[in-house]
């Protein structure tokens, strides 16, 4: 079956870096993708890596190692607006070219 | 630049009764079109995707049903609601040729089935 893995809850203290971890397992994989979603929100998309190695965008930045079927994302210089809910997710040529199988998210909890 | 409707923004249906939600993308055409479910606390589950007018896709057997009546325009559907069908719904859009990693979100429909 196709499943990824996250941790449900992460807190962290303001002005520190997090990490949040991802694996996964699914038929195909064309890369992995991350969205940040606040309470009462939507979703939105953060980064994508498609090769081996870590992307940089400011803050927030996301490695892939394909060979170990594992990602993260990392958040530096936390601050009060990153406490929200962050979701990776695998687009996997299967059945569906068109489908991004989600992780169920990890709450991230930031503390003053 | 692009932008995304969906509407109400808040709905309370009783069990059985009708279900009708649009979502409606501007800026853009031939969009790749989702229906997303969200349960209180949990991941996205993929309900309907649309690559063209007419084009329908289920991902998940349920009761729900969705068209595509217009190129920028994505009606999900029931006939019956059923209390588990609360949740919070989205509809998404990507581009034909963005590599389908990068989704773009409305901003939701919370549907309570009482």
């Known amino acids: 079956g196709q499943s990824l893995e996250q941790p449900s809850e992460v807190t962290a203290v303001e002005g520190a870096i997090v990490q949040i971890n991802c694996t996964y397992q699914?038929?195909?994989?064309?890369?992995l993708s991350w969205y940040q979603q606040h309470d009462g929100g939507a979703p939105t998309f953060l980064s994508y890596?498609?090769l081996d190695g870590l992307e940089e965008t400011g803050r927030f930045s996301s490695f892939l190692s394909r060979s170990d079927s594992y990602g993260y994302l990392l958040l530096q210089e936390l601050q009060m607006k990153d406490s929200a809910s962050y979701f990776c997710?695998?687009?996997?040529?299967?059945?569906?070219?068109?489908?991004?199988?989600w992780g169920a998210g990890t709450k991230l909890i930031i503390k003053p | 630049s692009q932008t995304i409707h969906q509407w109400p923004a808040t709905l309370v249906q009783p069990v059985g009764s009708p279900l009708s939600l649009e979502c409606t993308v501007e800026?853009?055409?031939?969009?790749?079109l989702y229906w997303y479910r969200q349960a209180a606390g949990r991941g996205l589950q993929l309900l309907f995707y649309?690559?063209?007018?007419?084009?329908i896709s289920s991902e998940v057997p349920q009761n729900l049903s969705a068209s595509r009546p217009q190129d920028r325009q994505f009606i999900l559907s029931s006939k019956k609601l059923l209390l588990s069908d609360s949740g919070f719904y989205l509809c998404?859009?990507?581009?034909?040729?963005?590599?389908?990693?990068?989704?773009?979100f409305g901003p939701g429909t919370r549907l309570t089935v009482t």
């Open positions: 998404a859009w990507n581009g034909q040729g963005t590599g389908l990693y990068e989704q773009y």
């Open positions: 800026g853009t055409s031939n969009p790749n």
């Open positions: 649309s690559v063209g007018i007419g084009q």
């Open positions: 699914t038929s195909g994989f064309y890369g």
């Open positions: 890596n498609a």
């Open positions: 997710a695998v687009r996997d040529l299967g059945d569906s070219n068109y489908q991004l199988i």
